[in-house]
Nanobody
Framework: VQLQASGGGLVQTGDSLRLPCAAS????????MGWFRQAPGKEREFVSA????????FSVESVRGRFTISRDNAKNTVYLRMNSLKPEDTAVYYC???????????????????WGQGTQVTVSS
């Protein structure tokens, strides 16, 4: 399984970005997916996750109401739509696939087994 995150860039405060994460393999739709981020000098942190069917999502409080996770199982792609971006959102964003199939969303790193390479998001003030 390979995950390819993209869509990052340099934006200004208040701007929006959409990060797609394309997955290889035929069983994408069976697995929950998540987004994490790592800011300079900080540990990687959970951002948002979606269950295998797309019917259940969860986001960390700091992005709730601004970020939306979604998935298109026909395209093997999970998305993170980020609105009203703030300088504190600056980080490398990683997508990940859950370890076990047919589960609810997951918020802990150890619950994910495959990781994308990350895409840099920089928000200027």
């Amino acid at each position: 399984v390979q995950l390819q995150a993209s869509g990052g860039g340099l934006v200004q405060t208040g701007d929006s970005l959409r990060l797609p994460c394309a997955a290889s393999g035929r069983t994408f739709s069976d697995y929950a997916m998540g987004w994490f981020r790592q800011a300079p000098g900080k540990e990687r942190e959970f951002v948002s996750a979606i269950n295998w069917s797309g019917r259940s999502t969860f986001s960390v409080e700091s992005v709730r109401g601004r970020f939306t996770i979604s998935r298109d199982n026909a395209k093997n792609t999970v998305y993170l739509r980020m609105n009203s971006l703030k300088p504190e959102d600056t980080a490398v964003y990683y997508c990940a696939r859950a370890r076990f199939p047919l589960t609810n969303w997951k918020a802990r790193e150890y619950e994910y087994v495959y990781w994308g390479q990350g895409t840099q998001v920089t928000v200027s003030s």
